[in-house]
């Protein structure tokens, strides 16, 4: 058994988080609807050199409620990944102004990465791109709120890896800073990659 990083995908359920989680675990897009995974995917790479193993969470949207409000799946998470489409402008807003702002309260010192899901739909002439969420105000409100911001395509498996490698080494940064909580609220990072 391995120490590893606990990584948790959240989002609406159109967001296109297991679709991300799939072409990163698994190297394919489903063409086919697909349920949220119900298991955590173990995954180990190497990034700047170094080794890292980490279990991904995939989660409905309910439970980024719970994730808010319960006392326990937040504290053993090493970063939080929050996922939204590029073209779903509502969700963009809901996640900026309300769940963005409430994690970075009920969990400061677990790091956030706002990640911008199906950007290819930015490139399709057919589509009218004119409400769609642009780079720009997707990093202006990471900025905002002390949080680092990418932009992926899963379909095209663009900014994928890029996208979890910087989670990994984000959630590795923030790590001594946990560790710094009082003994109520810390939990070890140190956890075995084993999935029940």
Not at 107 to 129: E, G, H, I, N
Not at 147 to 168: K, P, R
Request: glycine content about 4%; proline content about 5%; aromatic content about 8%.
């Amino acid at each position: 058994m391995e120490n590893c990083l606990k990584v948790v995908v959240l989002g609406g359920d159109t967001a296109g988080k297991t679709s991300l989680i799939l072409v990163k675990t698994k190297h394919k897009f489903p063409y086919r609807r697909v349920h949220r995974l119900a298991d955590p995917t173990i995954v180990r790479t190497r990034i700047d050199g170094k080794t890292y193993t980490f279990s991904v969470w995939d989660t409905k949207k309910i439970e980024l409620c719970e994730q808010l409000h319960s006392p326990g799946p937040g504290h053993t998470t090493d970063v939080f990944m929050l996922c939204f489409a590029v073209d779903d402008r509502s969700a963009f807003q809901a996640l900026t102004h309300k769940w963005l702002p409430q994690l970075k309260t009920r969990f400061p010192f677990v790091p956030v990465v706002l990640v911008a899901c199906k950007v290819d739909l930015r490139s399709y002439p057919s589509v009218s791109t004119t409400n769609h969420v642009t780079y720009e105000e997707g990093n202006t409100v990471a900025e905002q709120h002390g949080s680092i911001y990418c932009e992926t395509s899963a379909l095209h498996a663009e900014g994928v890896t890029e996208c979890f490698n910087l989670s990994v080494r984000y959630a590795d940064l923030n790590l001594d800073k946990r560790d710094k909580r009082p003994p109520h609220e810390n939990h070890s990072h140190r956890k075995n990659c084993v999935i029940l």
